[in-house]
């Protein structure tokens, strides 16, 4: 009725860890956080309306599963080209297996959003500090855009000096 292809997926028991990804050529990764709740399915409300999510960073995880969740919260970010930011999400089930989510290529980013908050649990950096970070980051991945041409551009521009 809605539409002609319907996506099915396990269901997944366990819990969503995330970290935050920051950098363009050279990504670091925070450390994990996760939210506080009941097992129950997360649906819109509890999560943006009622407002008694409680933070927890870091996760409660081992240091293992913290090291497999870095290594492919960097892979994904690389896969992916990122740049500026990006927070990637997984679930780890209660016998530590890790399965990545999503990545959130413009999380949310109020001063209590997990993605300001994890990097201010892991470096200190304040929110003010954090946008000014993003900023140099977003006007490096511009210089460096600029410094490219198109290889059309380039012929035209060569066809231009062959006619003058």
Same mark, same amino acid.
């Given at each position: 009725?809605?539409?002609?292809?319907?996506?099915?997926e =396990? /269901?997944?028991p366990?819990?969503?860890?995330?970290?935050?990804?920051l950098? %363009?050529? /050279?990504?670091?990764? *925070?450390?994990?956080? /996760?939210f506080v709740?009941?097992?129950?399915?997360?649906h819109?409300?509890?999560?943006? !309306? =009622?407002?008694?999510?409680v933070?927890?960073?870091?996760a409660n995880?081992s240091?293992?599963v913290?090291? =497999?969740?870095?290594k492919?919260?960097?892979?994904a970010?690389?896969?992916?080209?990122?740049?500026?930011?990006?927070?990637?999400?997984?679930f780890?089930?209660?016998?530590?297996?890790?399965?990545?989510?999503?990545?959130?290529? +413009?999380?949310?980013?109020t001063?209590? *959003?997990?993605?300001?908050? !994890?990097? %201010?649990?892991? *470096?200190?950096?304040?929110?003010?500090?954090?946008v000014?970070?993003?900023i140099? !980051?977003?006007?490096?991945?511009?210089?460096?855009?600029?410094l490219?041409?198109? /290889? !059309?551009?380039?012929? +035209?521009t060569n066809?231009g000096?062959?006619?003058?």
């Open positions: 009725r809605y539409d002609h292809k319907v996506v099915i =396990q /269901e997944i366990g819990r969503e860890v995330q970290v935050a990804v950098g %363009n050529d /050279e990504p670091i990764v *925070s450390i994990a956080g /996760e709740r009941e097992p129950s399915f997360f819109y409300a509890q999560k943006y !309306l =009622q407002g008694n999510l933070q927890q960073i870091p995880i240091n293992a913290y090291d =497999q969740i870095h492919y919260a960097m892979r970010y690389q896969a992916l080209c990122g740049t500026g930011l990006m927070r990637v999400d997984f780890v089930t209660d016998r530590d297996e890790v399965y990545f989510n999503e990545v959130n290529t +413009l999380p949310g980013f001063q209590n *959003s997990m993605y300001p908050v !994890l990097w %201010n649990r892991t *470096s200190g950096l304040t929110y003010p500090q954090l000014q970070r993003l140099r !980051l977003a006007l490096e991945r511009h210089a460096q855009k600029q490219l041409q198109c /290889e !059309l551009e380039a012929e +035209l066809l000096r062959v006619r003058a």
